[in-house]
DNA sequence: TAGATTGTTAATCGATTAACAATC
DNA sequence: TAGATTGTTAATCGATTAACAATC
């Protein structure tokens, strides 16, 4: 169970720990440090026990952190032991490009299905998925027990598709039309709008 | 000029208010209220108010902000008053989206190159785009003048292709690479990583 | 042992918010 | 005018960091 009391800033530091510590033990890597992790991710040494601290004793004194054995306790925190089943909502290019996206299986997530729609495209296939009526959504994604979503259809379908999804017992939402959504507050929701960074940036650019 | 004092933590909020004053503008809206403002984006007026008033008064007291005047003041101080041109490297799935992607044109940017190491993509195009040999990409970089890129290859490539694109005079890098890159202090960087998102997400699935 | 590094407290730093005078 | 909303100060809140005892 998670402990409430902790800060939704840590929360979001602990993949990239984890991404981290991935990297090292497919490198063979054994031990680290909280130095050492702080200088790969331009993190500061002692946020980094702190944040580890308010989960547990990962370390030892003198020794530093056991790759392996730190990782898995981080996956077990964040619910990665088990994987879990996504469901793709609009099938663009970036529903495309998420379907055959590989790198969500080795981090504790698989695409199960994807809707559209469009009947152009419903019937049609993206590498082994056949994309599904989005009329079917609700039922199929309630069935199947899916909780997790990522959302790429146009920015106007975005509240009604989410709405939807919220109805089918979606709990976390990865949304990448580029506007808000409101959902209950035990629905989990997180933004990736490119330009939204691009933008952040070129404000540093003369 | 940007003024250095202001925190990043502020910049990274101007483009979520002009994501939504654009909004409103595109339908219609002439006025609107930090309230309104805060209301839609799940921020509070206050917040809102004080980052506004780090870079002038743009607001009228009983009225609010006009829609199109506060967007065009945060384009400017955004420096999206011109295009910005971006190379993407990489011509794989992501790197395939992102130069389809039909949202960068309205938001200061415009897709110019893209480039990979694949013998058998180089040649063919996506869209518009011819892909091109990414040994020749810092000479096409330089030559154009290119400020952006957006990085779309393996985590493997991501640091040697970082340490090209700043010789090249590449100032801004969208990392899409799952991996922590380093770059001098002038060149900014943003990082999209949606396993990232997702597990932060998972946290508090049960 | 000596050196290194953790876990944690206390201090600092920075960001957010409450409150309100100013004023449209 | 009366009502509404800004811009801004002061207070609060929360996050980060410095420092160090504990200990491997």
């Given at each position: 169970m998670g402990n409430p009391t902790i800060p939704d800033i840590v929360i979001g530091r602990l993949p990239i720990y984890l991404r981290a510590l991935q990297r090292m033990d497919q490198?063979?890597?054994?031990?680290?440090?909280?130095?050492?992790?702080?200088?790969?991710?331009?993190i500061?040494?002692?946020?980094?026990?702190?944040?580890?601290?308010l989960f547990g004793e990962f370390g030892k004194q003198g020794t530093g952190y056991?790759?392996?054995?730190?990782?898995s306790q981080l996956q077990s925190i964040?619910?990665?032991?088990?994987?879990?089943?996504?469901?793709?909502v609009g099938a663009g290019d970036v529903g495309h490009a998420l379907a055959r996206y590989q790198g969500f299986r080795d981090r504790g997530f698989q695409v199960k299905m994807i809707f559209d729609n469009?009947?152009?495209?419903?019937?049609r296939k993206i590498g082994e998925f056949t994309i599904q009526d989005i009329a079917e959504m609700a039922e199929k994604i309630?069935?199947?027990?899916?909780?997790?979503?990522?959302?790429?259809?146009?920015a106007a379908f975005a509240q009604p598709v989410t709405d939807a999804l919220v109805k089918a017992g979606v709990k976390a939402i990865l949304n990448y039309a580029p506007i808000q959504i409101s959902a209950p507050p035990d629905?989990?929701?997180q933004y990736i709008d490119p330009a939204l960074h691009l933008q952040r940036m070129s404000y540093y650019l003369k």
């Open positions: 490198s063979g890597q054994q031990v680290t440090s909280s130095h050492e992790l702080g200088e790969m991710l331009g500061s040494p002692p946020q980094i026990r702190k944040d580890l601290s056991h790759v392996q054995f730190l990782a964040l619910h990665l032991n088990q994987v879990w089943d996504i469901a793709i469009d009947q152009n495209k419903i019937g309630q069935e199947a027990g899916i909780r997790v979503a990522m959302l790429a259809v146009p629905v989990k929701v």
